[in-house]
Structures are given as structure tokens and as C-alpha cells.
């Protein structure tokens, strides 16, 4: 579950990388640290909540990089390039408007009552929150979604692993999905953080050397601006320029699509109730550490951006019609193109390395998601009940096998129906947005009843789905562009399902005061008051200024973008 | 919550309620050895980056004008190499000073530096 971008991903096939042997030691050398923290995290896994929660125990500053690692997955790094390739500096909207504001809301807000109610999954809060309707649709569109999303980045790596290093793309898919099950089935949520922890230094490492060359190469930021003014007009290197209503932008969204459809519904869905995003969140020693993951996790996310929007602009001015036919080259190659004409064996290797790893992360984020819904949502609750807990831990196991298996399934599929991978995506791409509908009027309103969870996700998800596929789709209405009409979706679907929650909501019966204790603002519970650990009263712990530092910096970073 | 009235025959899954899933993750948190027996991910990867440093460096020392001229005349492999290795040594230093105290559980220090 992306932020949405829908670029299929597709090379070149003359970006073949000049790699040697020294490039093939770094990526071994990789593999089998990856492979090593599987095996030493083994030894931590005694209960289900070891397996699938890492037992609450993780330090903030831990969880957080893994949070925005599970995050940054290759189909992120690949896609916002190419975005910065196409439509320019607007890419920075998916971070600042896009991502920080909904994160610090999640830090802020939300995870008192996640945290707080010790719930192990974001369906799970629904269950309490609302009823077992809503909990089990959640539950099976959540998993669906994950193999769905793990497979997508499989095929992924696959295509990019094949044009830059010329395996077979089936070589690549097995490969690649082995290593994930063997160290997932091995250390549970443990390992697939602390591999996410690397990976976030990894892509680092990647990223760093080739922006600052392809800055280089293009003359600065100052040559990087006027060649891309010439070519492409003044707004190409601006926020906000050309995005009034009725301005025509090549983003096809104005302004206030892009405040509250990327900014507000899109974005607040995605960071706030994907759970392979809460669950690192979940993983933290205590409330205030759950609460700094998103936080810190933000910080990096400010400057990311840059990363990937510079190499982006620095193809599209290097390679002019950088992503049209003759070029040559597809907006995806950005990153690629730059590491073949820059990087020596060596920084080769390392960048190959994080681009792996990064691929196999999204992938993990959501597998280890995924058997943590399937084991304690679905299995546990509905199918084989009341069971010890070595059981769920010995099926946690089993079902990350099969979920790994059934992702490479998905991404063979996807070698030969890709139109059809991209659809699902968008098709549910579209179910967080109600998600978030669900939750946050069911956070602030204790009149929401138990039906009206389900009604209004259901309500809210057909709504985004009928707007983007047939009224946009069947030309009905008329959106410029997929990215402009996805924001328009989401705001379609945010309203209808607010609506038809309220409407519900009148109708049919409050869940009870008393059970509705910690889960609704307001009320508090038993969970949420434990003391502060030791430490965590420094000032640079509070989450309020953390979160408050971040929303600052993040608006700061847009005065050189905007005039 | 402890106004709820007390029903000792009612079947276990009803419908969760809050108390269901606390009291679950209460049990498994107190017996969870995450806490006490995961080793310490700065090792990992103060080890990995050293490792990847001195490989690089080198790599950039023994480079030829071919590889240099490529990245824009900047040694490329050096700069990376040395910035691996001191990010590599930072975690290393970060462990030797602050190592994670033993965790009696359930409750947990919060001495560890979040950044």
C-alpha cells in the first residue's frame, strides 16, 4: 500500500550495470548479514508476541528507522524519481504535505489509543472499536492487500534486477523470496526491523554518493534549475507554480486537490492505518516510544526527498526528453541511468546493494504484517480458537511461508498480466482512505455505533472505486491525469464514507461507555498511564516538540520552493 | 472498567472487548524474552559499515583515472568509503559507551539515547 504513484515499473534494457567482482562481494557480503540476523534473532522468539510484536520491547530510535524504511521500498525510491523526472519539483508534496503532517498526527493523537489499548494490529482496534464485522473485512482486504503489494515489489525487483544485472527475472523472484521467508520465519518482526534498520543506512549509502555526483555533473542546483527552466517552463522547478484552480499543471491537480487529497485523505490514510507501517509503531518498548517512532521517522523523511528528487531532475535536464520515446529512456531510469554513467565499482556495488535491499524491505514490511493479521486477526479469532500460544507462534511460521510463496505466485503472475497488478494496486490503494474515515470518526465521536464501522468502510471504498473507475476511467468526468484523479478518489471516498457513517451511526445502537475505555478521545486506559521510563522527560523526548519540530521544518523546507 | 458486571458463564468470544486482548498481551508480554535475549542491532551494523568502509576505501585508493574521471573527477569510492567507515565506528562507539542494560522484565530501562 503505497502512497500511490503508479508507475509501472519498467527499464531500459541498455542500463546494463558495468559491475564486477568487487560489486558482487559488497552484495554478497549483505546477503549473508541478512541472513545472520535472521538466525541471531531466533533466539528472542518465545511467545506470539515475541514473534509477531517483537514482545513491545524495541527502543524508539529503532522503531522509527524502521518505520520509515518499511516506507522507503524501492517502488518508492524508483517511482519518486521518475515522478521528479515527469512532473518535477512538485514531488516534494508526497513528503511534506504528503507524509509529515499525517505522521505526526499518528504520533501525536493516535497512538495513545493504538498503543494504549494493546492491540496487536490496526484491524484488532477496529474489533474493539466497532465489531467483528468490520474487524473481518478489514482483516482479509488488509492481508489480500499485503501478498498483493509483497508480490508487486517482487516483480518489481525482479524487472530492475534483470535489466541492471541481467538474471533472469525468475532467478531474481526466487532469490529474493527466499531470503525473506528464511529470515521472517526465523526471527519473526524482530528480524525484519533490524534488517529495515540496516537497509535504512544501506539506501543511505546508495543514494548520498549518487545525488551528490548528478549534482555535480549538472552544475550545481543553480545549473540544475536554468537548464530545466528552458526546458521545461518556470513551474517545473517550483511547488506551487501552476497549481491554482483552473491553472492547466502537468501534475493534473491544483492546490487544494493536492492539500486535501495527497495532503489530508490520501496521506493521513496511508501513514496513519497501514498496518505495515503502525506495526513498527506497535513494536516499542512504551507509549512514549511508540509515540516517537512515526516522529522520528519524520525527520529523515524531510530530507529524503531530496535524494530522490534531485537524481530525478538531474535525468530529465541530462537526457533532454528524459522518459519519452526517443530517448529511450522510461521516467523509472532515472536512478539507474545515473548509477551506470556515474558510479565506479566500488559505490556500484554499494548502490546495488540498496537497491536490493530496499526492494526485499517492502517486501518484508508487508509479509510480516501479513502473518501477523492472518495468525492473531483471522486464524485465532474465527478458525482454530482458544489454542496455546506456541500453536500461533509454530503457525505465525507456517503462514509466513505460505504468504511468502503465494507473493512469488503474485509476482510470476505479474510477468504476464501487469495491466491487471497495477489495477488490484489502485483497487486498493483506495481501501485505506476509508479506513482512515473509520478511525478517525470513531476515535472522536463515541456515538458511532458498532455497525457503522463496516458500513462506512464499505460505503466509503465502493465510493473511491466508482469514482476512479467509472467516472473517471469511463470519462464521465474529466480529471487531466491517474495522479489528479487518485486525489479526487480519495476525497470522494473520505466523504461518502463519513456520510454514511454518520447516517448509520443515527440509526442503529452506541456501543456501550464502558467499552469504549482508552479507545475513544477522551477516555483513558489502564494502559495509558503507566509512568514515563527513566530518560524519557529530556526535553528532545517530548513527542509534542518533536512532532511540532518536524510539522515547523518541514514548512520551512517549502519558502525556497515556493517563490 | 471495573463497573463491567462480572458474567462468569458467558462464552469466551462474545465479541473482544478491551479487556480480552489486554489481558492476553499483559500474559504474553510478561513471559515475551524479546527483551532479554535480542542481541544489539549497533553491533550489526557498526560491523557491516566498518567492514564496507575499509573495503571501499581501499577500493578508492588502489582506483584508477578511469573510475575517477567517471564520477566527475571526485574519488568517489574514497569519500564514500571513509563516510562508511566513521558511520560504521559511530555505532560501534555508540554500543562501547552506552551499552543496552540488562533488562529485567517486565519493566524496561529507558536508558538508551532514542537518536
Keep these: 500500500m503505497e502512497t500511490p504513484t503508479y508507475h509501472p515499473i519498467y527499464l531500459a534494457a541498455e542500463l546494463r550495470l558495468p559491475t564486477n567482482?568487487?560489486?558482487?562481494?559488497?552484495?554478497?557480503?549483505?546477503?549473508?548479514?541478512?541472513?545472520?540476523?535472521?538466525?541471531?534473532?531466533?533466539?528472542?522468539?518465545?511467545?506470539?508476541?515475541?514473534?509477531?510484536?517483537?514482545?513491545?520491547?524495541?527502543?524508539?530510535?529503532?522503531t522509527g528507522l524502521a518505520f520509515i524504511s518499511a516506507n522507503l521500498a524501492a517502488t518508492e525510491i524508483l517511482g519518486m524519481a521518475a515522478n521528479s523526472a515527469q512532473y518535477g519539483a512538485y514531488t516534494v508534496h508526497w513528503y511534506w504535505i504528503g507524509a509529515i503532517p499525517a505522521m505526526v498526527f499518528l504520533g501525536l493523537v493516535m497512538m495513545p489509543f493504538y498503543y494504549g489499548s494493546k492491540v496487536r494490529s490496526v484491524p484488532e482496534f477496529l474489533l474493539l472499536r466497532f465489531d467483528r464485522a468490520a474487524h473481518l473485512l478489514s482483516s482479509i482486504l488488509f492481508a489480500f492487500a499485503a501478498i498483493l503489494i509483497a508480490g508487486v515489489n517482487l516483480y518489481a525487483l525482479a524487472i530492475v534486477v534483470e535489466a541492471l544485472l541481467g538474471w533472469p527475472?525468475?532467478?531474481?523472484?526466487?532469490?529474493?523470496?527466499?531470503?525473506?521467508?528464511?529470515?521472517?520465519?526465523?526471527?519473526?518482526?524482530?528480524?525484519?526491523?533490524?534488517?529495515?534498520?540496516?537497509?535504512?543506512?544501506?539506501?543511505?549509502?546508495?543514494?548520498?554518493?549518487?545525488?551528490?555526483?548528478?549534482?555535480?555533473?549538472?552544475?550545481?542546483?543553480?545549473?540544475?534549475?536554468?537548464?530545466?527552466?528552458?526546458?521545461?517552463?518556470?513551474?517545473?522547478?517550483?511547488?506551487?507554480?501552476?497549481?491554482?484552480?483552473?491553472?492547466?499543471?502537468?501534475?493534473?491537480?491544483?492546490?487544494?486537490?493536492?492539500?486535501?487529497?495527497?495532503?489530508?485523505?490520501?496521506?493521513?490514510?496511508?501513514?496513519?492505518?497501514?498496518?505495515?507501517?503502525?506495526q513498527r509503531a506497535l513494536s516499542a518498548k512504551n507509549l512514549s516510544a511508540a509515540q516517537r517512532t512515526p516522529l522520528i521517522a519524520a525527520f529523515p523523511k524531510i530530507f529524503i526527498v531530496f535524494l530522490v528528487m534531485i537524481p530525478g531532475l538531474a535525468a530529465a535536464a541530462l537526457v533532454p526528453g528524459f522518459g519519452t520515446?526517443?530517448?529511450?529512456?522510461?521516467?523509472?531510469?532515472?536512478?539507474?541511468?545515473?548509477?551506470?554513467?556515474?558510479?565506479?565499482?566500488?559505490?556500484?556495488?554499494?548502490?546495488?546493494?540498496?537497491?536490493?535491499?530496499?526492494?526485499?524491505?517492502?517486501?518484508?514490511?508487508?509479509?510480516?504484517?501479513?502473518?501477523?493479521?492472518?495468525?492473531?486477526?483471522?486464524w485465532q479469532k474465527y478458525v482454530v480458537k482458544d489454542r496455546e500460544d506456541t500453536y500461533y507462534v509454530r503457525f505465525g511460521r507456517l503462514i509466513t511461508a505460505v504468504g511468502v510463496m503465494a507473493s512469488i505466485g503474485t509476482a510470476f503472475l505479474a510477468s504476464s498480466f501487469s495491466n491487471i497488478m497495477s489495477y488490484l494496486q489502485t483497487l486498493f490503494s483506495f481501501f485505506n482512505v476509508p479506513m482512515f474515515v473509520v478511525f478517525i470518526i470513531g476515535m472522536f465521536w463515541k456515538r458511532a455505533s458498532m455497525k457503522s464501522g463496516f458500513w462506512g468502510l464499505l460505503a466509503g471504498t465502493t465510493a473511491a472505486m466508482v469514482n476512479y473507475f467509472v467516472l473517471y476511467k469511463q470519462d464521465i468526468i474529466s480529471i487531466p491525469t491517474d495522479q489528479g484523479a487518485n486525489f479526487v478518489s480519495a476525497i470522494a471516498g473520505f466523504v461518502a464514507g463519513a456520510v454514511?457513517?454518520?447516517?448509520?451511526?443515527?440509526?442503529?445502537?452506541?456501543?456501550?461507555?464502558?467499552?469504549?475505555?482508552?479507545?475513544?478521545?477522551?477516555?483513558?486506559?489502564?494502559?495509558?498511564?503507566?509512568?514515563?521510563?527513566?530518560?524519557?522527560?529530556?526535553?528532545?523526548?517530548?513527542?509534542?516538540?518533536l512532532g511540532w519540530g518536524a510539522v515547523i521544518l518541514a514548512a520551512v523546507c517549502y519558502i525556497p520552493f515556493s517563490f | 472498567?471495573?463497573?463491567?458486571?462480572?458474567?462468569?458463564?458467558?462464552?469466551?468470544?462474545?465479541?473482544?472487548?478491551?479487556?480480552?486482548?489486554?489481558?492476553?498481551?499483559?500474559?504474553?508480554?510478561?513471559?515475551?524474552?524479546?527483551?532479554?535475549?535480542?542481541?544489539?542491532?549497533?553491533?550489526?551494523?557498526?560491523?557491516?559499515?566498518?567492514?564496507?568502509?575499509?573495503?571501499?576505501?581501499?577500493?578508492?585508493?588502489?582506483d584508477d583515472d578511469a573510475a575517477i574521471d567517471k564520477a566527475e573527477g571526485v574519488n568517489i569510492n574514497l569519500w564514500t568509503g571513509l563516510g562508511m567507515l566513521l558511520l560504521g565506528l559511530f555505532f560501534l562507539a555508540w554500543l562501547k559507551l552506552r551499552p543496552a542494560a540488562p533488562a529485567p522484565p517486565p519493566v524496561e530501562p529507558g536508558d538508551e539515547p532514542s537518536e
Design chain 1, 169 to 278: 527475472q525468475w532467478v531474481a523472484i526466487v532469490v529474493a523470496g527466499f531470503f525473506v521467508l528464511a529470515y521472517i520465519t526465523l526471527g519473526g518482526l524482530s528480524s525484519a526491523i533490524y534488517n529495515e534498520v540496516l537497509q535504512f543506512f544501506v539506501i543511505l549509502a546508495a543514494l548520498i554518493p549518487i545525488t551528490v555526483l548528478a549534482l555535480k555533473k549538472v552544475g550545481g542546483w543553480d545549473g540544475l534549475s536554468d537548464t530545466l527552466t528552458k526546458a521545461h517552463g518556470d513551474d517545473f522547478v517550483t511547488a506551487w507554480g501552476g497549481t491554482g484552480i483552473g491553472d492547466a499543471n502537468p501534475l493534473g491537480a491544483n492546490w487544494l486537490t493536492i492539500v486535501l487529497g495527497l495532503g489530508f485523505v490520501l496521506s493521513f490514510g496511508y501513514w496513519t492505518t497501514n498496518f505495515a507501517e503502525v
Design chain 1, 325 to 378: 520515446e526517443e530517448s529511450g529512456y522510461q521516467y523509472n531510469d532515472a536512478i539507474p541511468f545515473l548509477m551506470e554513467g556515474l558510479l565506479p565499482n566500488g559505490v556500484l556495488g554499494v548502490a546495488v546493494t540498496g537497491l536490493l535491499a530496499a526492494f526485499m524491505a517492502g517486501m518484508a514490511a508487508n509479509v510480516s504484517s501479513f502473518n501477523t493479521v492472518f495468525t492473531t486477526d483471522i
Design chain 2, 1 to 62: 472498567m471495573t463497573d463491567h458486571p462480572e458474567h462468569p458463564d458467558r462464552p469466551r468470544h462474545p465479541g473482544w472487548s478491551e479487556e480480552d486482548v489486554q489481558r492476553q498481551v499483559t500474559e504474553l508480554q510478561e513471559k515475551s524474552e524479546t527483551a532479554a535475549r535480542l542481541f544489539d542491532i549497533r553491533r550489526i551494523i557498526g560491523g557491516l559499515f566498518v567492514v564496507y568502509g575499509v573495503i571501499v576505501t581501499i577500493a578508492g585508493i588502489t
Design chain 1, 500 to 545: 454514511v457513517m454518520v447516517a448509520v451511526s443515527l440509526f442503529t445502537a452506541p456501543k456501550p461507555a464502558h467499552e469504549l475505555q482508552g479507545l475513544v478521545y477522551g477516555t483513558r486506559s489502564p494502559g495509558m498511564s503507566e509512568p514515563p521510563a527513566e530518560g524519557d522527560d529530556a526535553w528532545y523526548r517530548k513527542p509534542a516538540l
Design chain 1, 21 to 62: 567482482w568487487l560489486d558482487y562481494t559488497l552484495l554478497g557480503i549483505y546477503f549473508v548479514v541478512v541472513l545472520g540476523i535472521g538466525f541471531a534473532a531466533r533466539r528472542s522468539v518465545k511467545t506470539s508476541l515475541d514473534f509477531f510484536l517483537s514482545g513491545r520491547s524495541l527502543p524508539a530510535w529503532v
